[in-house]
């Protein structure tokens, strides 16, 4: 099943100081996003720590083989660039995190959200668009599996610095729901073609929205 948290995927256990994770792994899903219709979405992986879900610290990061060492650097958010490389794959690299002895232990975050930066004001068609594209991804990731797969019932939308309301009509409110520093727009009920959300801030990126229900 889908069993995905609204904002991220944990894609491995968090270990007590070094982390050692195949390349591959990676790699093979970034393949996927390399298909035109996925060109508004990405992958993004972060490096948190297991408990504050903060950056990871650490001493050394970097990708390893026996023909490769590229150091690696770490986005306020946790976020690193992982290069897209078939010579990587091809020579078995290892994502390498090495952290001392009484850091908080590391683990490896899979975020399915937008490619882009997006404007303040989102359109209901655009909003639609960025969803189709998450519930597809998402059954491609999945296989077969897919059938008994949650729906993606609409996106989150995700801010820098807490978000206000934005003025919305009955049937705009009605799906929206914004705390904090996220909104969640529920994409199933009809909505005018002309709905869209002014926000006082441009987004940070879209994720999207799981149903918790099956299918």
């Known amino acids: 099943m889908r069993n995905l948290m609204p904002l991220l995927l944990v894609l491995s256990a968090p270990a007590s100081a070094d982390l050692l994770l195949n390349y591959n792994g990676f790699y093979n899903r970034m ?6 219709q996925y060109s508004d979405i990405t992958l993004a992986f972060a490096l948190t720590g297991e408990r504050s879900g903060q950056a990871c610290k650490y001493y050394s990061l970097g990708l390893k083989s026996d023909r490769h060492d590229i150091t690696l650097d770490i986005a306020g958010n946790g976020e690193i660039n992982l290069p897209y490389d078939e010579a990587l794959k091809d020579s078995n690299a290892i994502l390498e995190v090495l952290q001392a002895d009484n850091a908080e232990p590391c683990q490896v975050q899979l975020r399915l959200r937008s490619r882009m930066r997006l404007a303040n004001d989102l359109s209901l068609a655009e909003l639609q668009h960025y969803r189709s594209q998450f519930d597809l991804l998402l059954d491609d990731m999945a296989g077969l599996s897919k059938y008994w797969l949650p729906d993606v019932s609409g996106v989150i939308v995700e801010f820098a610095d807490d978000v206000v309301m934005p003025p ?4 705009t409110l009605a799906v929206t729901q914004c705390q904090a520093k996220r909104c969640l727009i529920h994409l199933n009920s009809k909505l005018p073609e002309n709905s869209h959300w002014l926000f006082n801030q441009r987004p940070s990126y879209l994720l999207p929205l799981i149903n918790r229900n099956t299918k």
């Open 168 to 171: 919305l009509d009955a049937a």
């Open 31 to 36: 393949k996927k996003l390399q298909q035109p």
